[in-house]
């Protein structure tokens, strides 16, 4: 069965900053879909951004930016230039088949 | 807004109570779901709708049902729910291919969040 893995629960970073949310994966799939969902305190499920195992080029949206590593079956994502918007749950998902699996998510606290 | 709606937001009912969520999509999608998620747990996936066919129960308790008359709409009938199973119902909704379930992204409701008295 495929698990999805997050190691930090809470996270905390400065306006402006760099932070980086941890994400593993437990798969023996070799075609499968990861995602970075983001839960604000609207309860509203929003897609982050997205990465086919397929693609070796890292997904990026704006300040979103992923580093996949297939072989390590990690899916860490950047935020650059945090803004107090992007405080929220953040929830890495693994989809293979009709099955999208959550991790246990990671709270992201912006401090001014 | 995703193009998801869910009602109500809110529910409390007792124990005795027969009570249905509903979901709602307005994006053209085929296929559509059912989620829980608790305090401190991984949202946990409960049904899967493609073409108006369910296509996985998650060992879904029978006191949990639900419906999907056609490909916009999916209902979650409940019937003589228990405290733990209090928690937000979130519906999910997106874009198979065929009759396989083969989805990129699913697109989600604000959920309606459940308590059980």
């Known amino acids: 069965a495929q698990t999805v893995t997050q190691s930090q629960p809470e996270m905390s970073v400065q306006e402006a900053e760099t932070v980086t949310l941890s994400c593993t994966y437990d798969?023996?799939?070799?075609?499968?879909?990861l995602f970075w969902y983001k839960q604000p305190p609207s309860r509203q499920m929003i897609l982050v951004i997205r990465q086919e195992a397929y693609k070796q080029q890292n997904a990026t949206e704006n300040r979103f930016s992923v580093n996949f590593q297939k072989a390590a079956k990690s899916f860490s994502l950047k935020i650059s230039d945090s803004q107090l918007g992007d405080a929220a749950m953040y929830f890495c998902a693994y989809r293979s088949g009709s099955r999208l699996t959550f991790g246990e998510g990671t709270q992201l606290t912006v401090n001014p | 807004e995703t193009g998801v709606t869910q009602t109500p937001r809110h529910l409390v009912m007792g124990m005795t109570n027969k009570k249905s969520l509903k979901c709602e999509q307005h994006?053209?999608?085929?296929?559509m779901y059912w989620y829980k998620q608790s305090a401190k747990k991984p949202l946990e996936l409960m049904f899967v709708y493609n073409f108006k066919e369910q296509t996985e129960n998650n060992s879904v308790p029978s006191r949990f049902s639900p419906e999907c008359p056609n490909s916009s709409h999916l209902f979650l009938h409940l019937h003589t729910l228990q405290p733990e199973d209090s928690a937000l119902y979130l519906c999910a909704s997106s874009l198979a291919r065929g009759r396989i379930v083969s989805f990129t992204e699913a697109f989600f409701g604000q959920g309606t969040r459940l308590t059980v008295v």
């Open positions: 798969t023996s799939e070799s075609d499968y879909y």
């Open positions: 994006l053209g999608h085929n296929a």
